[in-house]
């Protein structure tokens, strides 16, 4: 079976039940016709900009969240300076690795920040300046709707958040019903999306919460590991449950869904067709071969290259 047959297992089916198209007259979406991603998220999905925060941003941070036109326009993307060794998903899939997202031709604006949950009111703020989900959406609002395009049938928003949040809550005394945390995650996680969308992103990619239990940071610790299995699990299907419910009230925008968590567990249950050979160590190197993981929680840029492939397989299908 070749490579790009084994892209995207059958188990990504699993996260395909909120998947809305535009309605007649209304935008149509084609991967091929997009120039434009805009990216929420966390250090999955984040890319170092010349003026962001080292290590977590591509343009301010929550004590620098406002920007002028100008330096949004000039900050350059950092080749190889992700949360991998090299490139991440967003890179891979954009084709935009380095330099000013305007001389790409699908131009990336990223505005994930390493380490954010959904809410600085639901969980604390990993550092004073981490820029969580809802402020990453309030920053693009009022400092880059108005300057960076975001032309309908031309546009993509890209979600990925939760793996902070479904980490943080192992062992978080102060959480007593997790069925209402989750509610009020997706409530907060949301009311950014409409607010998005309000502002005129009119497709949507969500991606769920990998396997977190299985990187090599938590493997040593079976309580913790289960636990967390737990609430990825509870995330995962509380995320489901919102993403159909806002395509549902929001009709006229596209919205597609992948797995990842079906994903990466396929990858890792069989790695070796992937070019994998060590799933459960890691190696923060330079050249991570054969690695899934480069630290503790972080894929190797491999893993990303993959699961972009594996992501623009998904879109053309939308």
């Not at 913790?224 to 549902?248: D, H, I, P, T, Y």
Request: charged share 15%; with cysteine.
């Amino acid at each position: 079976m070749k490579l790009l047959q084994r892209l995207i297992p059958s188990g990504c089916a699993l996260f395909t039940t909120a998947v809305g198209v535009a309605t007649p007259g209304g935008p149509q979406f084609s991967w091929d016709a997009v120039k434009f991603v805009y990216s929420f998220g966390d250090s999955y999905s984040f890319v170092q900009g010349t003026r962001g925060t080292a290590n977590f941003s591509f343009i301010g941070d929550a004590q620098n969240l406002a920007f002028t036109p100008e330096q949004l326009l000039t900050t350059e993307i950092v080749p190889r300076k992700t949360s991998s060794d090299g490139s991440n998903w967003l890179e891979f899939l954009t084709g935009c690795l380095e330099g000013l997202p305007t001389r790409c031709t699908r131009q990336l604006w990223d505005f994930a920040f390493a380490g954010a949950d959904i809410d600085g009111n639901l969980l604390p703020l990993h550092h004073p300046f981490t820029v969580p989900l809802v402020e990453q959406v309030q920053q693009w609002a009022a400092s880059a709707a108005d300057v960076v395009p975001h032309p309908a049938g031309a546009t993509l928003a890209t979600w990925w958040i939760g793996i902070n949040d479904t980490g943080d809550t192992v062992g978080n005394a102060s959480i007593t019903d997790f069925s209402a945390f989750w509610r009020a995650e997706m409530a907060s996680y949301f009311a950014a999306v409409q607010t998005a969308t309000e502002a005129g992103l009119r497709a949507h990619l969500f991606l769920n919460v990998p396997p977190e239990e299985r990187a090599p940071g938590t493997l040593g610790d079976a309580a913790k590991a289960a636990l967390l299995a737990q609430n990825v699990g509870a995330f995962n299907a509380a995320l489901a449950e919102s993403v159909a419910k806002f395509a549902e009230a929001n009709p006229d925008t596209t919205v597609v869904t992948f797995d990842a968590h079906a994903w990466f567990t396929a990858v890792l249950d069989d790695p070796l067709p992937f070019g994998f050979t060590n799933t459960t160590g890691f190696c923060t190197c330079a050249d991570p071969t054969g690695f899934f993981w480069f630290d503790q929680g972080h894929p190797t840029a491999h893993v990303h290259r993959l699961l972009a492939q594996a992501v623009e397989a998904r879109l053309r299908t939308a």
